[in-house]
C-alpha cells in the first residue's frame, strides 16, 4: 500500500508533512511552509485551518472553498526573509488548477510567534 503524497509537492507523506499542520500538532516554522500547508489546506477544502492560519487583520468573516476546483500544483517561485529569524516574509508562487493559474506574491507576519497569511498580490 502506498501513502499519497502530499498536495503541497513535497516528497513526504500527507501526514509528515502538512497534516501535521492541519491537526495542530505543529506551526509552520517558516513563511514558506505556511504557504505550502495552506495550499494543501485548498486542496482539502479545509477552510477552518485557512482561517486560522489568516492574520487577524485581514482574515475574512468566512471562507467558502469551491469543491469544484481541482488543484493540480503549487510551484514555490521565490522567497524573501520569512524564516525563523524574521517577523515578515514573502513567498512568491504559481498555483495551477484544472484551466487556469494563480501567479501570487503573497505577504506574511508572525503573531505571537506563528506565522500567519496576511494579503497577497496577485503578479499576473
Ligand atoms: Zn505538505
Given at each position: 500500500m502506498t501513502t499519497p503524497l502530499c498536495?503541497?509537492?513535497?516528497?513526504?507523506?500527507y501526514e509528515r508533512c502538512c497534516g501535521r499542520f492541519h491537526a495542530g500538532a505543529?506551526?509552520?516554522?517558516?513563511a514558506e511552509i505556511l504557504m505550502r500547508s495552506r495550499y494543501s489546506a485548498f486542496v482539502r477544502l479545509d477552510a477552518g485551518y485557512l482561517l486560522r492560519t489568516w492574520h487577524p487583520r485581514t482574515r475574512p468573516a468566512r471562507l467558502d472553498l469551491d469543491p469544484g476546483t481541482r488543484w493540480t500544483g503549487l510551484e514555490i517561485l521565490d522567497t524573501a526573509d520569512g524564516s525563523a529569524f524574521h517577523s515578515t516574509g514573502t513567498v512568491t508562487f504559481r498555483a495551477s488548477y484544472r484551466g487556469g493559474s494563480l501567479h501570487e506574491r503573497s505577504r506574511f507576519e508572525r503573531v505571537e510567534g506563528a506565522w500567519v497569511y496576511v494579503d497577497g498580490e496577485f503578479l499576473d
Open positions: 498536495p503541497c509537492g513535497r516528497s513526504e507523506p505543529a506551526a509552520a516554522p517558516t
